[in-house]
T-cell receptor
Framework: KAGVTQTPRYLIKTRGQQVTLSCSPI?????VSWYQQTPGQGLQFLFEYFSETQRNKGNFPGRFSGRQFSNSRSEMNVSTLELGDSALYLC????????????FGPGTRLTVT | GESVGLHLPTLSVQEGDNSIINCAYS??????FIWYKQESGKGPQFIID?????DKRQGQRVTVLLNKTVKHLSLQIAATQPGDSAVYFCAEIRGSGNTGKLIFGQGTTLQVKP
C-alpha cells in the first residue's frame, strides 16, 4: 500500500506571497492532519480534517487554512507569507480521527525569503 | 501551560546496549500517549502507544512504561542497532473522545555508537 505523499517536496517563496501544499493520504484513510516542524518550536499541530470537515485546530493565525476533498486528499494554504513560516510542513493520515497512530508523509520544506 | 516533554535532548549508547528514553507530562488528565521516531529527512514514524489503563506495553524490541503517579513514561529499546539512530518524540492526544489533537514533546536524539 502506498504511503502518504506530499507535493511539492521543496518550495521557495517570497514574503507576502501565498502557498498551497498538497497531501494524498494512504488509501482508505479518511483523517488527515497537518503539522509544522521548526527547530525552535518543534512539531506543532495545525489542523485535522475528517470527512471533508475540519475537526480540530491548533493555535495558528487565520493565514493558515486547509481543506479536504471527497477522496480524502487535503490541501493547506498559507497566505501573506512571513519569514517565520519557513518550516517543514508534515501531513499525516489515519483511519480514524483523533487517533495517535498516524502515518506521516516526508513533508514539504517551505523557505520564505 | 500544560506540556509533554522529554528529559534529555541527546542520548548516546553503544550498539547492542539497551536504550531508555524518558518523557514527563504535566496534565494528570492525559490518558493516551504515543512514541514516534523520526529519521533524518523523513516524517515521524509511529512506534507504539499506551493508554492510561495500562502501565506497560511491549512491541518488537520496544517497551513503553507509564507511571501515572509521577506522570512519567519511558521508551525502552532492546539491543540498540545503528538503524535506531533517530529523534524520538513522545506525544499525547489532548482532548476528549475522538476530537483529540496530537501534541508532541521536543524530542530526544538517539545516537548509536558502533
Amino acid at each position: 500500500k502506498a504511503g502518504v505523499t506530499q507535493t511539492p517536496r521543496y518550495l521557495i517563496k517570497t514574503r507576502g506571497q501565498q502557498v498551497t501544499l498538497s497531501c494524498s493520504p494512504i488509501s482508505g484513510h479518511r483523517s488527515v492532519s497537518w503539522y509544522q516542524q521548526t527547530p525552535g518550536q518543534g512539531l506543532q499541530f495545525l489542523f485535522e480534517y475528517f470527512s471533508e470537515t475540519q475537526r480540530n485546530k491548533g493555535n495558528f493565525p487565520g493565514r493558515f487554512s486547509g481543506r479536504q476533498f471527497s477522496n480524502s486528499r487535503s490541501e493547506m494554504n498559507v497566505s501573506t507569507l512571513e519569514l517565520g513560516d519557513s518550516a517543514l510542513y508534515l501531513c499525516a493520515s489515519s483511519l480514524a480521527q483523533g487517533t495517535g497512530e498516524q502515518y506521516f508523509g516526508p513533508g514539504t520544506r517551505l523557505t520564505v525569503t | 501551560g500544560e506540556s509533554v516533554g522529554l528529559h534529555l535532548p541527546t542520548l548516546s549508547v553503544q550498539e547492542g546496549d539497551n536504550s531508555i528514553i524518558n518523557c514527563a507530562y504535566s496534565n494528570s488528565a492525559s490518558d493516551y500517549f504515543i512514541w514516534y521516531k523520526q529519521e533524518s529527512g523523513k516524517g515521524p514514524q509511529f512506534i507504539i502507544d499506551i493508554r492510561s489503563n495500562m502501565d506497560k506495553r511491549q512491541g518488537q524490541r520496544v517497551t513503553v512504561l507509564l507511571n501515572k503517579t509521577v506522570k512519567h513514561l519511558s521508551l525502552q529499546i532492546a539491543a540498540t542497532q545503528p538503524g535506531d539512530s533517530a529523534v524520538y518524540f513522545c506525544a499525547e492526544i489532548r482532548g476528549s473522545g475522538n476530537t483529540g489533537k496530537l501534541i508532541f514533546g521536543q524530542g530526544t536524539t538517539l545516537q548509536v555508537k558502533p
